[in-house]
């Protein structure tokens, strides 16, 4: 199943950062945080990834592009034909393809712009900027009882998003303002989707957190995983100063990988 990660947006709450680089490729412990999230997915099974990227799209690019000389010892020998050897090879099992989605592009149009690559088929979406423990499988497992079109993975942080009202069948029943002690859950991404979502998309300008997933609530579509566990993102300097600890101290809950 193809993991599609949105990847394009400016991130000016972090402009630090951002104005050089975009959002989801900020470091955290020296490596860009889309390579964290890469790899929650790929140590539970999930190998192929569809960036959507936008704002600075050529950085992503280029990263990829010589990924062995940013993650390997290298010789360059310029009097042998300018030859390079890599000494320690470092591989990832992943496919990546990565799509220019437009500069100015909303989330829902980058999601309706990579169908072609994602085709006919269920696929997971999740955003280029939080990190989790989440157990990736039970969330594609509880999707797939359901039954609905669907599911976002719903954790409980005293953060500055929009809530969800969740009913105790887990159905999605509206989105809301949180307020300033709001204890319901927000939406952390790591979603899993029915191919049938890209119909409610009608373009570059569609929001996917407004119309397409209110739709979806209306119609009683939307399901909310619970996650209890750890989850962040890395939308504010301190939030990345925070995860940049975490890393530093060998205590990141959401490096669920062996070295």
Same mark, same amino acid.
């Given at each position: 199943m193809k993991t599609v990660i949105l990847a394009g947006g400016f991130g000016t709450r972090i402009a630090e950062e951002s104005m050089f680089k975009p959002k989801p490729m900020i470091e955290i412990g020296g490596m860009p945080i889309l390579?964290?999230?890469?790899?929650? #997915?790929?140590?539970?099974?999930?190998?192929? @990834?569809?960036?959507? &990227?936008? #704002?600075?799209?050529?950085?992503?690019?280029?990263? @990829? &592009?010589? #990924? #062995?000389?940013?993650?390997?010892?290298?010789?360059?020998? @310029? &009097?042998?034909?300018?030859?390079?050897?890599?000494?320690?090879?470092?591989?990832?099992?992943?496919?990546?393809?990565?799509?220019?989605?437009?500069?100015?592009?909303?989330?829902?149009?980058?999601?309706?712009r990579i169908q072609k690559y994602v085709g006919d088929e269920p696929f997971m979406l999740t955003y280029g900027d939080g990190v989790s423990d989440v157990n990736i499988r039970k969330v594609l497992e509880f999707h797939r009882v359901h039954g609905r079109l669907l599911t976002l993975t719903a954790v409980n942080v005293g953060q500055r998003f929009g809530v969800l009202d969740i009913n105790n069948k887990n159905e999605i029943c509206t989105f809301r303002e949180k307020s300033v002690s709001d204890g319901s859950r927000i939406n952390a991404g790591y979603m899993v989707c029915q191919p049938e979502v890209f119909g409610y998309i009608k373009g570059d300008e569609t929001v996917f957190e407004k119309e397409p997933l209110m739709k979806l609530a209306e119609q009683g579509q939307l399901m909310a995983y619970k996650h209890d566990g750890y989850w962040q993102c890395m939308d504010t300097k301190r939030e990345k100063e925070k995860l940049d600890e975490l890393w530093d101290s060998g205590r990141a809950p959401w490096k669920i990988w062996g070295n």
């Open positions: 390579w964290h999230i890469m790899k929650i #997915y790929s140590s539970q099974g999930f190998d192929e @990834f569809i960036i959507c &990227a936008g #704002y600075k799209q050529h950085v992503i690019k280029e990263w @990829f &592009a010589d #990924y #062995y000389l940013y993650n390997c010892d290298v010789t360059f020998d @310029f &009097a042998n034909e300018n030859s390079m050897e890599v000494h320690s090879s470092v591989t990832e099992p992943w496919k990546v393809t990565l799509v220019d989605t437009g500069l100015n592009t909303m989330t829902g149009g980058r999601v309706k």
